[in-house]
């Protein structure tokens, strides 16, 4: 799949709107009264979160023109259900509808096929799980998904791993301002190689030459085991902001370790 087109579906990505705070905040007020005109300049603004998040399925071999027709049909479903009150930006939001609208469109022309039985457990799984999302504003966990259907938890953590597609823990998640987020910086790392060099005995050491930011989130990541979502919740930062810090962070400690 060839991922450094000028154009997909017609379009001249290199000429694609960027909106500021300012106007999605006041073309979002004219999309909630109805404005048709306000949400296509909303959906062109939004254009190149779709081709981010698109590049982590460089692997896939499909068609980049059908991958960036099915990631705006998950940015249109994302902007028609964003709640603009509650204190979450629209790229939270959009990037895992977009993902997984286009990882349907993938398993649906996969060649593994999925029994019926447990793309209906997946699939009512999936929208319970967005259900119960709303309404408490925070991601159930999976026995509350399995009281609310009332199917054992491990038949859900099976059926939503058969209709997964395998992705590398490397796979670019999405790009912000230049800094990349890859699946393994989602996953908890309790376990991390870098582990192996922080529990030297110049450890205290290494990190009094960190800033107190740095200093919190290497202690978050490294001995408490969180995720970077985890800890960009708790500072109040983006994930992607933790990410380079953290970087930079682990960079200064091996430099004095060495």
């Known amino acids: 799949m060839v991922m450094n087109k000028v154009e997909i579906c017609g379009v001249n990505t290199s000429r694609l709107p960027l909106l500021t705070n300012e106007e999605k905040t006041l073309l979002f007020e004219r999309i909630k009264k109805g404005d048709k005109e306000a949400r296509e300049l909303y959906i062109k603004g939004n254009l190149r979160l779709v081709l981010s998040v698109i590049r982590r399925f ?3 071999n499909e068609n980049a023109d059908d991958l960036f027709q099915i990631g705006c049909i998950g940015l249109m479903k994302a902007i028609d259900n964003f709640d603009c009150t509650l204190d979450v930006r629209f790229s939270t939001y959009a990037v895992p509808m977009i993902i997984g609208e286009i990882r349907r469109y993938l398993r649906d022309n996969n060649s593994i096929r999925v029994s019926r039985s447990l793309r209906d457990i997946a699939y009512k799984a999936i929208y319970t799980r967005e259900m119960l999302s709303r309404e408490s504003s925070q991601e159930p966990t999976i026995q509350q998904i399995a009281e609310a259907i009332d199917i054992p938890a491990e038949e859900i953590v099976y059926a939503l791993d058969a209709i997964q597609s395998p992705i590398s823990l490397y796979d670019p998640v999405y790009t912000e301002g230049g800094d ?14 870098e582990e192996n060099w922080v529990q030297n005995l110049s450890l205290t050491e290494a990190m009094k030459k960190l800033t107190p930011r740095e200093h919190h989130i290497i202690n978050l990541r490294f001995f408490e085991g969180r995720t970077q979502m985890e800890v960009a919740e708790e500072i109040h930062i983006s994930q992607a902001q933790v990410s380079r810090l953290e970087k930079n962070a682990l960079k200064t400690m091996r430099g004095y370790l060495k």
Not at 180 to 193: A, C, E, F, G, R
């Open 58 to 60: 460089s692997s896939s």
């Open 180 to 193: 990349t987020l890859y699946v393994t910086d989602q996953i908890s790392d309790k376990k991390n190689k």
